[in-house]
């Protein structure tokens, strides 16, 4: 029986997770969609990814406090030693002073997510992980809205994983339903008064009004968003207005000399806005598991793009994890 958690993922900067800059010029890097609403996603092989280094600077740095008993000038050794990584270098110090390289479970990378493959060790000596993750979908994407404030916009297709995630009780929201304090533009339609949102492309009528208290339930934890911006759209135009949604730029790389593309180095990119939230399910075989020491919360860097700004995320736990 696996215990159940999940995790919230809020971006501080625009997010990539998808396809690497190539070396085609002018190129496009595709962000990862989910295959039913084409909406973006993060890999679940993505998010254990940052965990597991993440874990491993931890590990590094109880080999590092190992070692410091002894010597604190220990780094220096390393520089004459460029040919093998620091991590790898760091095991065979200590091992040189006979300590075991068992280090505690809360800091061992390989305990959580599994061993990697290792040359001569039968089967590749992988071990299966404790910690499993799913894919992250989003549930709220921020919409710009000429002359008026930004909207956040889901579906139900969207919602209904977030309620299966969360355990949530709220009934779904219909298609092109906000809360009775959204703040768009008032029309006159037969005597009643509607709302309209205006995008780039076109304009969408909401057709239902609920109580903000209703709304409010859709709000992940760790997310501080205001129910007055919430709409829900329908399955089928959140692709659309997803993909009017995203961040897009071209980057290119100069010649060092010159004011001039450097050959090929051009490429255009996509990315998840800031203000995004998105969840991915946790499942894990037994408890004990704190990646975050004794918060719940964290900033962590997702994809790539890194030296570009892109990336920057703040993860908020939740479940029965600890």
Known sequence: MYKKAYGIIETLAPLHVGAAAGEESGNLNLIFRDQFTQTG??????????????????RIEWLESCLSNVSNDFKDLYLAKD??????WLEEEVKKLGQS????????EHNWYGHHAVEGRPDGGTTEAI?????????????????????????????????LITGCDAPIPKPYTAAKTLRGRQISDRGTA???????????????QIEA???????????????????????????MLHDMA????????????MKKVDGGAFFNVEALPEGSVLIFPIALK?????????????????????????GRCHVTLAGDYQ
């Not at 995203?246 to 000399?257: A, E, G, N, V, W």
């Open 101 to 108: 390289l068992e280090c505690p479970k809360n800091l061992d």
């Open 41 to 58: 996603i993060i890999a679940g092989s993505s998010i254990r990814g940052r965990f597991r280094s993440d874990m491993r600077s931890k």
């Open 83 to 88: 040919d093998t990584s620091y991590l790898n």
């Open 131 to 163: 910690v499993k993750f799913e894919y992250a979908s989003l549930v709220w994407l921020p919409v710009f809205c000429p002359g008026q404030p930004v909207v956040w916009i889901s579906c139900p297709r969207l919602l209904k994983r977030y309620k």
């Open 213 to 239: 208290e209703a709304m409010q339930k859709w709000i992940p934890q760790g997310v501080d968003l205001a129910v007055e911006s919430f709409v829900v759209v329908g399955d089928n135009d959140i692709a």
């Open 246 to 257: 995203l961040y897009r730029q071209s980057r290119i790389k100069m010649m060092d000399d």
């Open 194 to 208: 509607k709302q309209i949102l205006f995008f780039n492309l076109g304009f969408m009528e909401i057709e239902q």
């Open 286 to 310: 037994q408890s004990g598991w704190k990646p975050f020491g004794d918060d719940a919360s964290q900033d962590m860097y997702f994809g790539g793009l890194e030296s570009v700004g892109f």
